[in-house]
């Protein structure tokens, strides 16, 4: 099966860094305890809402892990690289469709960091913090599909990231705008509900909420199953988008570089 194929391949090359990816790991956990400790001090004057000080401990600390399966894939899928290079051309006469080439790697990606960065730092975390654990199986299954949805989320939108460098050359400048509004507007170090009002209802108008925002909720049992219809939606929406930006890039397809 193509799609296995794809993703093994994506998945064994990334083994051969498992030593240097345990220091992204040590920083990220640092990073997270970094956050966690921020929240612990304004917990000792503020009540924290519906959260209470252990609810926002586990929160911060579960989106710091689904950072790695979320957050942190391949720059703009490398299409990017592959326009400067020419590569680009051979890749969209494959007999296979381009996003669907590209989408079959990032989850061999994905599938490697959450076995060896995600699952590490969630395991650290459950050792040293009071962290939140769902009591239900059925809890850690809707959050499970949260999370995969919002990884395929992450897949279009970096490949329409990526799509762009056939139009601008340089689209690397707008992963980095994808990011910065991610961890604005995704509910990763605030929730959603507590952003001044124009942000909030600019977060809720945008697919962002359901990059970590919703699993986190679904994680802490604050949410239903019921809103996942809204990253099924965004999903759909942005595979249909994804299917028409391709049929484009085989209509202009301009070679910078080799």
């Known amino acids: 099966m193509l799609f296995l194929t794809l993703a093994r391949k994506t998945y064994r090359r990334n083994l051969q860094y498992r030593g240097a990816h345990m220091v992204h790991n040590l920083a990220s956990a640092i990073f997270g305890f970094i956050y966690v400790s921020i929240w612990v001090g304004i917990g000792q004057s503020q009540s924290l809402g519906t959260y209470g000080l252990n609810g926002m401990i586990s929160y911060v600390a579960f989106n710091q892990v689904s950072l790695w399966v979320v957050s942190f894939l391949t720059n703009g899928l490398g299409i990017e690289q592959s326009v400067r290079t020419g590569q680009i051309a051979t890749d969209l006469m494959r007999p296979v469709h381009f996003f669907y080439q590209l989408m079959c790697r990032e989850w061999g990606q994905i599938a490697y960091q959450l076995l060896y960065k995600s699952i590490p730092i969630y395991a650290l975390y459950l050792l040293v913090l009071p962290l939140h654990v769902p009591s239900s199986m059925i809890t850690f299954l809707w959050t ?12 279009c939108i970096n490949y329409l990231i990526g799509a762009a460098a056939l139009w601008t050359t340089e689209s690397r400048w707008l992963y980095w705008v994808n990011y910065a509004f991610s961890m604005l ?6 929730p959603v509900e507590w952003l001044p009002g124009w942000l909030r209802v600019l977060s809720h108008a945008s697919f962002y909420p359901f990059l ?3 699993p986190s909720k679904l994680y802490l049992g604050l949410e239903d199953a019921s809103s996942l219809l809204g990253s099924a939606g965004w999903c759909a929406l942005l595979t249909g988008l994804c299917l028409f930006v391709t049929s484009r890039m085989r209509r202009k397809v301009e070679v910078h570089g080799g």
């Open 185 to 190: 507007l995704s509910g990763f170090l605030i």
């Open 212 to 214: 970590h925002y919703i």
């Open 144 to 155: 499970a599909v949260a999370l995969a949805l919002a990884a395929y989320i992450s897949i």
